[in-house]
């Protein structure tokens, strides 16, 4: 379900986004900007599909097995 919402800003700045993004355009750029600050995923599900993804998987066990050797054999 979409919103509509008024803003008010600079008129050189919408001037700047009429002419760069383009007058039907302006409304999904800025959400797109906005959305990483005020909407936040659902880490739970993001990392149980993430699991299921074996290559992935694979790719991080080595990684991890990787790193955690390198670090064994550091001097401190």
């Known amino acids: 379900m979409q919103k509509k919402l008024t803003i008010t800003i600079d008129e050189e700045v919408y001037e700047g986004l009429h002419k760069t993004i ?27 599909q993430m699991s299921k993804d074996k290559k992935r ?3 991080a066990l080595d990684w991890a097995e990787t790193t955690f050797k390198d670090i064994a054999h550091e001097k401190r």
């Open 57 to 59: 998987e694979a790719e």
């Open 22 to 48: 383009g007058p039907r355009k302006i409304s999904k750029f800025v959400e797109e900007l906005v959305r990483p600050h005020v909407v936040r995923p659902n880490l739970e599900l993001a990392y149980s």
